[in-house]
């Protein structure tokens, strides 16, 4: 399911530093341009909780060191 292009164009990381989103269509997913955390998306509703992103792979490595 497709996410409005409109509401794409206002979605920002629910983080302080508030940045944008890039949009993956084809892995139903928005990442941070600042974080890189990884929202899902589910049945074209974005979910921007912090507490149920993910993290990019790198930084997932490096906290269990």
Do not use: S
């Not at 794409?8 to 993956?24: F, G, I, Q, S």
């Not at 997913?29 to 507490?51: A, F, M, N, Q, S």
């Amino acid at each position: 399911m497709a996410v409005d292009a409109t509401l794409l164009e206002v979605l920002a990381c629910p983080d302080t530093h508030h940045a944008p989103l890039e949009y993956d269509a084809e892995g139903q997913t928005l990442t941070c341009t600042e974080c890189g955390r990884i929202y899902r998306i589910d049945e074209g509703i974005p979910v921007l909780l912090l507490d149920e992103a993910r993290l990019p792979k790198d930084i997932q490595d490096t906290e269990g060191e």
